[in-house]
């Protein structure tokens, strides 16, 4: 019996980490994404243009590209990548995609030094999870990433890249954090995670100052994206706002 029970957890731990396409609509906007393992890649569309958000892994960069194909996304339509940090599980496969089809490149200013070197900078553990995957994920590497758009304030991606959302520096994470807003949506990135099963928001795997991120939190549900009711993170979800206030009450 407990084998069974043992086999039966693994089962559902894998499965919601497996590969996934997930498409939702909320009014004018779709939002397809992309899961690779742990990763989320999210293609928002906005009338006729698509921003991707975040890419994952380099080694998960040709994968990106055929999911997006299979999805209905053509890669070099897209008007731009939002980097939501600077981390090799989100940026890893920024310069791929431009090299390849010339898409811009949009991260926060206080990443520029990270993904110029394409390395992540110091990972503080908040769980087990954390702490058994520490020295893999710091060691991580990826291409440097060549920035088009650095953000240094709130920002309408209208003038930049043809798109009406913007994005808002929310340093925590890392230096260079940023939060995208449309409409009823926030794409936040490792700010925080869904859980491995279930959907319920969780702290991120890895958090150097967690009263900080504690704060950073309430400013997004707060005066960042007041009208949010659905979160897009880096690791599973997506998140409702009662999710996150369950959390962060």
Not at 172 to 180: D, E, F, K, N, R
Request: aromatic residues 4%; glycine residues 8%.
């Amino acid at each position: 019996m407990r084998a069974a029970i043992l086999s039966l957890a693994l089962l559902v731990t894998t499965s919601a980490c497996a590969h996934q396409t997930q498409r939702e609509r909320h009014g004018e906007l779709e939002v397809v994404t992309l899961r690779i393992a742990y990763n989320n890649a999210h293609a928002l569309q906005i009338g006729e243009q698509t921003l991707l958000i975040d890419t994952g892994t380099a080694a998960e960069a040709d994968e990106l590209d055929r999911r997006l194909r299979d999805a209905g996304v053509d890669p070099s339509s897209l008007a731009a990548i939002v980097l939501t940090h600077g981390h090799a599980d989100h940026a890893g496969g920024a310069q791929w995609f431009r090299d390849r089809y010339g898409v811009p490149i949009i991260a926060g200013a206080g990443d520029l030094e990270l993904l110029a070197g394409g390395h992540n900078d110091e990972l503080c553990p908040t769980d087990r999870q954390g702490r058994k995957r520490l020295a893999v994920h710091q060691a991580a590497t990826y291409a440097p990433v060549t920035v088009d758009h650095a953000i240094r304030e709130p920002t309408d991606l209208s003038a930049l890249v043809g798109v009406a959302a913007t994005v808002v520096p929310l340093p925590g994470h890392t230096a260079g954090s940023l939060v995208l807003v449309v409409d009823e949506l926030a794409f936040v990135g490792d700010l925080l995670r869904g859980s491995i099963v279930g959907s319920s928001a969780e702290r991120h795997f890895y958090m150097c100052d967690l009263a900080d991120n504690d704060a950073d939190i309430a400013t997004l549900l707060g005066d960042l994206a007041p009208r949010a009711t659905t979160f897009y993170v880096g690791h599973f979800g997506p998140l409702s706002r009662d999710a996150l206030r369950a959390r962060w009450p």
